[in-house]
């Protein structure tokens, strides 16, 4: 199963059509993809309490909000592949991500003696792949935001284990939210090692 995960809040935005694209080439290739826009699901903000932390164990915790999270989580588990399509704001992947990653608490053991947790073991082998737009050229995205740095954040919990970049740039203006040559070439391209990894095989 491949999984889409759209992070932008903008109906038919860049990443809206990234990801139609993305679905469109997918299905030709007859590979399994689920598509989820994060901005459809309501997900709550971390309380802090920890109480999903105390158990050891490669058992994910149990967090007391009930919520969308879980059937994120779930989908996230179910995948081979997960590629998330974002925008840069303001230096960094969108601030409902961080929400995100606080609520993935659930992948970490934390004992009361212990200064910071520990990730729980999932022996998960999942292929990552994070798209980027942004008005910034696609080049200078890994040198002057946090967007690789955060995205590893979240990466790293589920068990993807191998992430490819590609950075959209050039995508401030109204006349620049359509997909150039470059970019289309780019989603051909995932597309392309998608299929020849077996990811989304039926
Ligand atoms: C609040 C806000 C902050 C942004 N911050 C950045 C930024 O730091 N760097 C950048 O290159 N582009 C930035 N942008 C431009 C967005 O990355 C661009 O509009 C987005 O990629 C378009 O994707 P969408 O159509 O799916 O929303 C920002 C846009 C908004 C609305």
């Known amino acids: 199963m491949i999984t889409i995960l759209n992070l932008s809040r903008r109906e038919q935005g860049i990443n809206d059509t990234v990801c139609d694209l993305l679905r469109a080439g997918l299905a030709e290739k007859q590979l399994a993809t689920q598509y989820i826009k994060l901005r459809e699901l309501t997900i709550g903000y971390c309380n802090n309490c920890r109480s999903c932390m105390k158990a050891p164990g490669k058992e994910l915790g149990r967090c ?66 994070l798209i980027t737009t942004s008005a910034l050229p696609g080049v200078m995205v890994p040198i002057v935001t946090s967007a690789r740095k955060t995205f590893r954040l979240f990466a790293k919990p589920i068990g993807i284990k191998r992430i490819d970049y590609f950075h959209m740039g050039f995508k401030g203006r109204k006349s620049d939210m359509a997909l150039n040559e470059k970019d289309q070439r780019m989603v051909r391209k995932i597309i392309g090692q998608l299929a020849a990894s077996g990811a989304g095989a039926l």
Request: proline share 8%.
């Open 64 to 129: 007391p909000l009930n919520d969308d999270m879980d059937s994120l989580v779930t989908a996230l588990l179910q995948s081979k592949a997960i590629i998330l399509s974002a925008p840069i704001n303001c230096y960094d992947l969108p601030s409902i991500l961080r929400v995100v990653i606080e609520r993935m608490a659930v992948f970490c053991h934390w004992p009361d003696d212990s200064y910071s947790p520990k990730v729980r073991e999932l022996e998960k082998k999942i292929n990552g792949i």
